[in-house]
């Protein structure tokens, strides 16, 4: 049974570019989150997507967007990036059926470097 | 604003002994609580979790408490192993499981052979 994985696991990129980073969610999964870790912190949240849509946002501005596919994968979009955008970004899926929800397991994260 | 306070960055403790690990939050919406341990170059693992109902929950070596009065949880590992050594992160939310949580800044436990 494959978890969450990521691509790719390390990135590095130049103030000013755009980055877009990919998550397969765990088999049987449909809703997608997205948290950002910066070094010494806890995951920060994001967003969360639900059916292809944006279901709950967190305080990121909007140089950060995502998408959610028919197969309830997902990718993370950064524009326009700054030096503080430099942190490990992590992927949760989990499932929510007939209103019940349950955990979110964590992929292994994407390390962002900018510079 | 730090909703959800890990106020120990690191604590070590003998192999065999019991680990406390502590966490505050300030938000009375919060509900639902997580625990989550995470290895180096690995996403974080659920561990443990506690709904505001409930004062304890117990996973074989693993057991949370909840003081909603005081707004304060532990996690109590006992007795502790050298694999117990990793990161971990208490987390919150308004609801169980699909709700955004929001995590503490973690505290280190290393385990002493």
């Known amino acids: 049974d494959a978890g969450v994985t990521q691509s790719p696991t390390h990135l590095i990129k130049t103030r000013g570019q755009q980055v877009t980073l990919r998550c397969s969610p765990k088999?049987?999964?449909?809703?997608v989150s997205w948290y950002q870790q910066a070094l010494g912190q806890g995951p920060q949240f994001i967003f969360q997507?639900?059916?292809?849509?944006?279901?709950q946002r967190g305080n990121f501005p909007d140089r950060f967007s995502g998408h959610q596919f028919p197969n309830y994968s997902s990718e993370l979009n950064v524009n326009a990036l700054l030096l503080g955008d430099s942190a490990l970004y992590l992927c949760?899926?989990?499932?929510?059926?007939?209103?019940?929800?349950?955990?979110?397991?964590f992929g292994p994260g994407t390390r962002l470097t900018v510079t | 604003d730090q909703q959800v306070k890990q106020n120990s960055p690191s604590l070590s403790v003998q192999e065999g002994r019991i680990s406390i690990l502590n966490c505050d939050y300030t938000?009375?919406?919060?509900?639902?609580f997580l625990w989550y341990k995470k290895y180096p170059a690995e996403g974080p693992t659920f561990l443990i979790s506690?709904?505001?109902?409930?004062d304890k929950n117990e996973d074989g070596r693993f057991t949370v408490f909840l003081n909603k009065s005081a707004k304060h949880l532990s996690l109590h590992i006992v007795p502790s192993q050298p694999g117990d050594s990793a990161v971990y992160f208490c987390?919150?939310?308004?609801?169980?499981?699909?709700?955004?949580?929001?995590f503490g800044t973690g505290t280190r436990l290393t385990i002493i052979p």
């Open positions: 506690i709904s505001s109902i409930k």
């Open positions: 949760a899926s989990s499932l929510e059926l007939a209103g019940a929800s349950y955990e979110q397991y």
């Open positions: 997507y639900y059916e292809e849509e944006e279901r």
């Open positions: 938000n009375s919406m919060f509900d639902y």
């Open positions: 987390a919150a939310s308004p609801l169980r499981g699909n709700e955004k949580l929001t």
């Open positions: 088999s049987g999964h449909d809703t």
